[in-house]
């Protein structure tokens, strides 16, 4: 099944310009051991823009509770079915908070449109860059607010998100709550009705619907480097996805 998947890899970097780089750039996890923060992610499988779960040799897998809106219910051990028949070991913990993992246990860490659910963004990546080992790497997806929901919104500062680290906010940070329900398009939202959303909302750190902060790729290069990572590559692509690759810088 791996050779198959390999070989619609190929056909998919020759057929599709726009993914050959990051083509490319998932073959270098081949058989390295790695960690995805939510998820699993269709944009790492098979036919995905960053198709790392083909490479990889294991990977594990962190949600932030055992009952989650995407994935349903979650149990902790060897249960994080990110791949046909492949299985990594389930975490349940915050994406700020990986105190059961070693420092520098992988070699690779994935997130995909799960930071900006997160209400402390650098706290997440200073964490996330701890269980990283020496030349780690980082694939980091975020939303292109342009073509989402969020589009009305201004972009977060890098001010704003150092003193949210600084202060060390928690998760059940409302600071942005009154924002989103004044600015979020829900015609622009095929995921929920505008009832059943405010009703989340209300209720965030259970739901963790909210989008707390809105990314540009300039942001992302700022508090990336902040958290001691320095940028191999970024690109947008279609319909919404700001990627990022990022290489843990040693002694930070």
Not at 79 to 90: E, I, K, P, T, V
Not at 161 to 167: C, G, K, S
Request: charged share 25%; hydrophobic share 40%; net charge neutral.
């Amino acid at each position: 099944m791996q050779i198959m998947n390999k070989v619609i890899t190929v056909l998919s970097y020759l057929n599709s310009p726009s993914k050959r780089m990051l083509i490319k750039l998932a073959r270098q996890f081949n058989n390295l051991n790695g960690l995805e923060i939510g998820g699993p992610s269709s944009i790492f499988r098979v036919k995905g823009i960053f198709p790392v779960y083909v490479f990889a040799k294991n990977i594990d897998g962190v949600n932030f509770s055992e009952s989650t809106i995407w994935e349903g219910k979650l149990k902790a051990g060897s249960r994080f079915n990110y791949f046909d028949q492949l299985a990594g070991y389930q975490y349940i913990a915050e994406a700020t908070d990986l105190n059961m993992i070693e420092s520098g246990k992988y070699d690779f860490v994935l997130s995909s449109h799960s930071l900006e659910h997160t209400a402390n963004p650098i706290k997440a990546l200073k964490e996330w860059n701890r269980v990283l080992n020496n030349n780690g790497k980082l694939v980091l997806v975020l939303p292109d607010k342009a073509n989402t929901f969020d589009y009305k919104r201004p972009y977060t500062s890098f001010e704003h998100l150092v003193n949210d680290f600084e202060r060390d906010i928690k998760e059940d940070d409302k600071t942005h709550i009154e924002e989103i329900m004044q600015l979020h398009d829900f015609s622009r939202d095929n995921t929920t009705g505008k009832v059943e959303f405010e009703e989340r909302l209300k209720d965030n750190l259970a739901h963790r619907i909210a989008h707390h902060h809105v990314f540009s790729l300039e942001l992302v290069k700022n508090i990336l480097e902040f958290s001691g990572f320095r940028i191999l590559h970024q690109q947008k692509n279609t319909p919404f996805h700001l990627i990022t690759i990022a290489i843990k810088v040693n002694g930070l």
